[in-house]
């Protein structure tokens, strides 16, 4: 059983960055795959960002390429989500996710077991 947290969601200007950390506890946090989703309002989950288990590889959805860096720190089994030159676009609630599988990331939402309760961005025009 893996239990997440997510944390470092708000309120921010268009332009500005935010920082989001999930936290992980129970199983093997360096063995296993990490994502990133976010839903806005009326829309459905959608894929935002992956890392593999080591860290060594991350993939990004075309939409937050450039702007947006996952990364994740296995000794403090944190996964992080850099948000940059935030757009208002970017408002939605954002949850981490473990996909305790595999050590290769995907970016199919069904492949993730274990959620986090979400954390709310809000990006203001």
């Known amino acids: 059983q893996v239990q997440l947290v997510e944390s470092g969601g708000g309120l921010v200007q268009a332009g500005g960055s935010l920082r989001l950390s999930c936290a992980a506890s129970g199983g093997t946090f360096s063995s296993y795959a990490m994502g990133w989703f976010r839903q806005a309002p009326g829309k459905e989950r959608e894929f935002v960002s992956a890392i593999s288990a080591s860290g060594r590889r991350s993939y990004y959805a075309d939409s937050v390429k450039g702007r947006f860096t996952i990364s994740r720190d296995n000794a403090k089994n944190t996964v992080y989500l850099q948000m940059n030159s935030v757009k208002p676009e970017d408002t939605a609630v954002y949850y981490c996710?473990?996909?305790?599988?595999?050590?290769?990331?995907?970016?199919?939402?069904?492949?993730?077991?274990?959620w986090g309760q979400g954390t709310q961005v809000t990006v203001s025009s």
């Open positions: 996710a473990a996909d305790i599988r595999r050590l290769v990331a995907t970016a199919d939402l069904n492949e993730y077991d274990y």
